[in-house]
């Protein structure tokens, strides 16, 4: 079996911070393919991506038809970050820190996103820590806008009742290793 450059990448990075990466294995194209449809195609403002890890979700979006200028991704590890600016050069790849989001958006003058796409292990985080993201990221979404959000978990990765969000369980996707459940989460005052 031959494995790939971003596969021993990604397991590098694992051995190095297993809770910062949360996963045994990059995350699957269906994983990627389902999240990236769940996007809404119809705006113009930016989509967001946190944890871009080693890309599979990135491509997926930008298969889907989200253009390379509208989308930003945020990954806060120094050598992943440097993968994804290699792979893709026409996407802006932040280094940050998703607790710190709008900050890290700033300096590209953006205050408003159409969609926050997530790969983040929110369930290997600390409390505090989930807490910021989700807060960063409520800030940002538009009106409607979705955060979308996979999770390995049976339960849904954010507590919906605490932030006051419509959460709902998209599709679960059984070719991902391990298997995923991917959730739309919008506010409910959407």
Sequence with gaps: MIISREHR???????????????????????GDVMA???PRDGAGPVVELGGGTGVITASLLRAGIAAER??????????HRHL????????????????????LKPLGISQVDAVVSGLPL?????????EIMEQVLALL??????????????????????RLKG???KRVAANLPP??????RRESD
Excluded at 72 to 77: H, K, L, S, T, Y
Excluded at 124 to 131: G, L, S
Excluded at 180 to 185: E, L
């Design 180 to 185: 995923a459940t991917v959730w739309v989460y």
């Design 37 to 39: 449809r769940l996007v």
């Design 71 to 80: 989308l930003v991704v945020v990954e806060r590890d120094v050598e992943l």
């Design 168 to 170: 709902t369980v998209a």
């Design 142 to 163: 538009a009106p409607g806008a979705p955060m979308i959000q996979y999770t390995y978990g049976p339960m849904s990765p954010v507590d919906r009742r605490r932030f």
């Design 85 to 104: 600016q290699e792979h893709f050069p026409a996407v802006r790849i932040l280094l940050g820190d998703a607790a710190r989001l709008g900050e890290a």
């Design 123 to 131: 369930l290997t985080m600390p409390k505090p820590v989930q807490d």
């Design 9 to 31: 990448l990604f397991l590098k990075r694992w051995l190095h911070a297993p809770r910062h990466v949360g996963a045994v294995a990059p995350s699957s194209r269906q994983l």
